[in-house]
């Protein structure tokens, strides 16, 4: 049996079996001695085989974010640790802010959260509800935790082929953002269902709990494992784009400048020449320039589905860190937006459209998004233009203007 057990595709298949019959109904605390009693411990990697081999198989996102806390349940305090905490103690790392910001979202809901709302359930006075939204305010930054996760370290993790997880973690950030975003609803209301409220907010807090289990047991093992001393840096150099959530590191993380770093500007330097366009050519940086000046939002998006470029101007809409490029634009987007931006792109390739227009209200603005196709003179294909503009200030203009104030 231990010749068996040795064996990655038998491990592979026994763990997919246990965890689809968890999916099925079966009792956790059978499955996890079952766990224990068969594998005793098992690896990051063999987790994320694991979940891209149920990807490959055909079971949606959807079905395999339900399975997400299931993995966390059954493989809680079994992850190996080997050479996985090399990054932890050193001070404004990307992991090491990871874990500290871990710390203090578990101390929000230990401490900020959870004795204000028994308090409430109690007393039903306006001091504990004003504390428990002060708290529920307080844990909303989780949004920037979750936000540099996704944007910064997950692209890294596709481009060493890891998918499937960052896909499912993704999905459930978004879920636990939906939650926190509803309680803040719920508790600015004059009237409250406390029997509702105590619900919703114990559930919620448990998810966040659960999402700082799993990245501190999973995914940062894996990132560990995954990602070069190299694309460290470039994650903490897109860091404070994006920013902290409830604590600062104390100092930054710096480290000296690497050979593949000073390679990287050399080929960058090389690329200095004018560009000749049908009416006229610029420099690059008479181009980069002059696309960042336009008060416009611009992504491009190439045939193969990767983007490839962004502006950068001064007022963006949405946050785009450049860790994004070369990323598949499907997993720059929540699973529930996805099937929305293949069908645009399809529509592109296909020569059935050529745009598409869509218009939101977000905050203070009303924003208008454009798709449009890219295609040279023959009319193939080159890839997608998205263009983000706030409308607002031009949907309030009214009468002329002719003269300079």
């Known amino acids: 049996m ?7 595709e038998y491990r592979k298949n026994k763990l997919k079996e246990l965890i689809k019959s968890l999916h099925e109904g079966r009792d956790f605390e059978e499955v996890k001695e079952q766990f224990q009693k068969e594998f005793g411990t098992v690896s990051t990697e063999e987790i994320s085989e694991l979940e891209k081999a149920l990807v490959k198989e055909g079971l949606p996102i959807e079905e395999i974010q339900r399975l997400c806390d299931v993995h966390a ?10 050479h996985k905490r090399q990054n932890e103690g050193i001070v404004g790392h990307p992991i090491n802010v990871m874990i500290e910001e871990n710390k203090a979202i578990e101390k929000v809901v230990n401490e900020e959260i959870l004795p204000y709302l028994e308090s409430y359930m109690e007393k039903e006075d306006k001091t504990s509800m004003l504390m428990l939204r002060v708290g529920l305010d307080r844990l909303w930054e989780v949004d920037i935790h979750y936000s540099r996760k996704e944007n910064l370290m997950f692209p890294y993790l596709e481009k060493h082929g890891v998918t499937a997880p960052p896909r499912v973690m993704w999905g459930v950030d978004d879920e636990i953002r939906a939650d926190i975003k509803e309680l803040i609803k719920i508790t600015s209301q004059p009237q409250v269902d406390k ?3 105590y619900t919703k907010v114990i559930n919620t807090t448990k998810k966040v709990l659960d999402m700082i289990s799993k990245e501190n047991n999973i995914l940062i093992p894996l990132l560990n494992d995954t990602l070069t001393f190299y694309e460290w840096i470039k994650i903490d150099e897109a860091t404070p784009e994006i920013g902290y959530c409830l604590v600062t590191p104390k100092k930054p993380w710096k480290v000296e400048e690497t050979e593949e770093e000073v390679e990287q500007e050399e080929i960058v330097a090389t690329h200095q020449n004018e560009v000749e366009f049908d009416a006229g050519r610029m420099t690059p940086e008479e181009i980069n320039a002059l696309l960042n000046t336009v008060p416009l939002d611009m992504t491009f998006v190439d045939k193969h589905n990767n983007v490839r470029y962004f502006t950068q101007g001064k007022e963006r809409i949405f946050a785009r860190p450049k860790t994004i490029l070369g990323r598949n634009v499907s997993m720059c987007h929540p699973p529930a937006s996805v099937h929305v931006v293949d069908q645009i792109i399809n529509s592109f390739k296909s020569g059935e459209k050529d745009h598409e227009d869509f218009w939101i209200q977000l905050g203070d603005k ?14 193939e294909y080159l890839g997608t233009l998205e263009v983000t503009q706030d409308i607002k200030p031009l949907r309030e203009l009214q009468g002329e203007k002719r003269l300079i104030e």
């Open 2 to 8: 231990s010749e068996l057990i040795n064996n990655s």
């Open 73 to 82: 349940a059954v493989f809680e305090g079994s992850v190996e640790d080997i």
């Open 366 to 379: 009303f924003v208008l998004i454009r798709y449009f196709a890219v295609r040279n003179n023959l009319g």
């Open 195 to 197: 029997d509702e409220l």
